[in-house]
């Protein structure tokens, strides 16, 4: 963006000028939605006939059970009975938007519960007892055996992390749920997500202001509905999501921060060249970074073709919680999950580091 013209830069910063409204411009490419709310006919008004929420643009938050309606765009990977453990719900942001969450718990060991071949051991998830087999609230109804024998057991199997991820730009939850079921079985934590005022099925608009209004009531979500604790919360933020990510980690404390692909500031992904933070500048990750209290891990690619690699270098030099970073050589900026060692460090960091550091 070096070379944009005179009249361009008039467009893009005096039209109007204000930091939120070229952010905006800049940023935020929020998707054809890819999944709906639906009311579960028991709590949801209207009983069996309600409109999903997705085109009820109006509605507030509201308690109650729903159910998670994908389209084919969303491109699940797994079973029903995975989609069906998926709990979504809409929350409301201080600022008055709806925002949708998505709370994924974590699914011990082997997700497809097959039975054995070749007389291999076999381990299965059978499904819950009641609700009493939920990993947060006590353990699991497992099965093993080998062939056509199966042994049932009841194994508590505590996640002792949420993470709440704040996912990257031109995607929603539909698309990012698969991921989901797979991130949080891998690292045996719980995941809780949200969508951006504009995004999925939250009403409003992207901006600056309603994407730290959005993970502030997120947050409160987290913690009113699930009784979750502060020290037993991860924060973790891909790219344009470690802007809410970082905003909230430098507010409050909380068990750790994850910042994957981040930028340093707005002004400096749209002009490389930029040495100090303007009063106009949008996203100020890198001023905010240094009120972190919790370890900070941060995952970049080398060769990242969106947010530059020097932009990881520059959040690790100036966080004083930042623990040993991932730098992922020949990675770009949306491939990163698919090396190994995102992964291995990201478990080597929970189940290893976060504990000796709580010692």
Not at 3 to 22: K, M, Q, T, V
Not at 186 to 203: E, K, M, P, Q, V
């Amino acid at each position: 963006m070096n070379g944009l013209s005179l009249s361009e830069l008039c467009c893009l910063f005096c039209c109007p000028p204000c930091p939120g409204r070229i952010a905006a411009k800049l940023a935020f490419l929020p998707p054809e939605a890819t999944y709906s709310l639906v009311p579960e006919p028991e709590s949801g008004p209207g009983g069996a006939g309600a409109a999903p929420l997705g085109t009820l643009r109006a509605s507030s938050g509201a308690p109650g059970r729903w159910k998670l309606h994908l389209t084919e765009r969303a491109d699940f990977q797994y079973s029903q009975r995975e989609l069906d453990t998926i709990e979504v719900f809409p929350t409301k942001s201080a600022r008055g938007n709806r925002v949708s969450c998505m709370y994924v718990r974590c699914v011990p060991g082997a997700r497809q519960g097959h039975q054995a071949q070749g007389g291999h051991p076999q381990l299965a998830w059978l499904g819950r007892p009641g609700d009493s087999s939920d990993p947060v609230s006590g353990g699991c109804l497992l099965g093993w055996g080998t062939g056509a024998t199966l042994t049932c057991g009841y194994i508590c199997l505590l996640a002792r992390y949420t993470v709440l991820f704040s996912h990257g730009n031109a995607v929603d939850l539909g698309q990012m749920s698969s991921f989901y079921i797979g991130l949080g079985s891998r690292l045996h934590c719980n995941i809780f997500s949200y969508d951006y005022s504009g995004y999925g099925a939250s009403s409003g608009r992207p901006s600056e202001r309603n994407l730290y209004a959005d993970i502030d009531a997120a947050w409160q979500a987290l913690r009113t509905r699930y009784g979750i604790s502060p020290d037993s919360i991860i924060l973790y933020g891909q790219s344009i999501g470690t802007v809410p990510t970082v905003d909230l980690a430098s507010r409050y404390e909380c068990a750790a921060v994850v910042l994957h692909s981040p930028l340093t500031s707005g002004m400096r992904v749209a002009f490389p060249d930029t040495k100090k933070t303007y009063c106009f500048d949008a996203f100020p990750n890198i001023e905010k970074v240094s009120k972190i209290t919790s370890p900070v891990l941060i995952i970049h690619g080398t060769e990242d073709e969106v947010i530059d690699f020097s932009h990881g270098l520059a959040l690790y030099e100036r966080c004083p919680k930042a623990v040993e970073p991932l730098w992922v050589e020949g990675a770009g900026h949306n491939d990163i999950e698919l090396y190994s060692q995102y992964l291995e460090r990201l478990r080597r960091f929970i189940s290893q580091e976060l504990p000796s550091q709580r010692a």
